[in-house]
C-alpha cells in the first residue's frame, strides 16, 4: 500500500467497509507514534540535561540555549507548516518532519560537542513543529465527521500517557547508555 493510499481522504459513501476501518485505525496509530516519540524526547531531556550539563562543563546561561534550541525553531516553524501543508501536502510534510526530528536525535545522541547537540536539538525542533498541526489537520481530512472527535481525543491522548515513562527512560539512558558523566 502507497502512503498516498494510506493519507488519501475518508470516504462518505456507504462503501466504506471493514478494510477502511481498519485504514483509519492505521492512519490514527501512524499519528499518534511521532507524538509518542516527541513526547518521550522532551520528557527524557529534562531528566538528561544536568548530566549533559556536567559533561560538557556548561555555565547556566549556556545549558538555556541547549533547551532553546529546540524550542525557538518549533515555535517558528510550527505555523510554517501548517501553511506549507495546504500547498505541498500534509503527508510528505508530516513525514518530512519525522524525518528531520529522528536525524536531530541521532545528531544529538553521537554528539561530543556543543555544536553538534544544538545542531541536533534545532533539527528536533524543526522537525517537531509540524507534529501537532499536520496531525489535526490529517484527521480532520481523512475521518468522517461523526469519527473526528474520537480520534482527535484518541490522539490527544497519547502525549499525556507516553509522558509517563520518559524520565524513568531518561535516567536509564543517562546512567547505562549515555556517556555523559
Not at 493519507?7 to 507514534?33: C, D, K, M
Not at 550539563?53 to 533547551?67: E, G, K, M, Y
Not at 519525522?98 to 536539538?121: E, Y
Amino acid at each position: 500500500m502507497k502512503i498516498s493510499q494510506i493519507f488519501a481522504p475518508a470516504q462518505t459513501t456507504r462503501r466504506a467497509t471493514v478494510a477502511s476501518e481498519w485504514n483509519l485505525r492505521g492512519l490514527l496509530l501512524g499519528l499518534t507514534i511521532p507524538v509518542a516519540m516527541m513526547t518521550i524526547n522532551m520528557a527524557m531531556f529534562g531528566v538528561a540535561l544536568p548530566a549533559i550539563r556536567d559533561s560538557f562543563v556548561l555555565a547556566p546561561d549556556i545549558t538555556a540555549w541547549i533547551s532553546t534550541a529546540y524550542s525557538l525553531p518549533f515555535v517558528v516553524f510550527m505555523p510554517l507548516y501548517g501553511k506549507l501543508g495546504d500547498g505541498l501536502g500534509k503527508a510528505k510534510l508530516f513525514l518530512w518532519g519525522i524525518a528531520l526530528f529522528i536525524l536531530g536525535s541521532l545528531l544529538c545522541f553521537l554528539a561530543k560537542d556543543l555544536t553538534l547537540l544544538l545542531m541536533g536539538r534545532v533539527l528536533q525542533g524543526i522537525g517537531t513543529a509540524g507534529i501537532n498541526p499536520l496531525c489535526m489537520a490529517i484527521i480532520t481530512d481523512r475521518f468522517p465527521a461523526d469519527q473526528q472527535g474520537k480520534a482527535m481525543g484518541t490522539w490527544s491522548a497519547v502525549g499525556p500517557a507516553a509522558s509517563m515513562p520518559g524520565p524513568l527512560l531518561g535516567g536509564f539512558a543517562v546512567d547505562y547508555l549515555l556517556d555523559v558523566r
